[in-house]
């Protein structure tokens, strides 16, 4: 279980990646157990919602920057830099 909202934030965008789940369905499983503040509730959500949006603009900055392209990047990798990329 995540501890944080960047940390639960990752966490989703892997499932919601790998695994094809809704995000909304992932989002609001992690939100009902995890106990955090609302504020922190608040960033995973703008986290997670403006990943997903806006991932072609995201994944194009980091293969722009990255000397790695982005499709031989470890998927967990990929989704940390997404997140940090985005905020």
């Known amino acids: 279980m995540a501890t944080n909202a960047r940390r639960g934030a990752v966490e989703t965008l892997i499932r919601v990646h790998r695994d094809g789940s809704y ?3 992932v989002s609001d499983t992690f939100l ?3 106990s955090l503040s609302r ?3 608040s960033l995973f959500t703008r986290l997670v919602y403006g990943v997903i949006e806006r ?3 995201i994944d194009y900055i980091i293969d ?3 000397s790695m392209p982005l499709r031989r ?3 967990t ?3 940390i830099l997404r997140v940090g990329v985005y905020q």
């Open 23 to 25: 995000s909304n369905v």
């Open 55 to 57: 991932r072609l603009s």
């Open 39 to 41: 504020e922190e509730k």
């Open 32 to 34: 009902n157990s995890a």
């Open 64 to 66: 722009t920057v990255s």
């Open 77 to 79: 990798v990929r989704d």
């Open 73 to 75: 990047m470890h998927p």
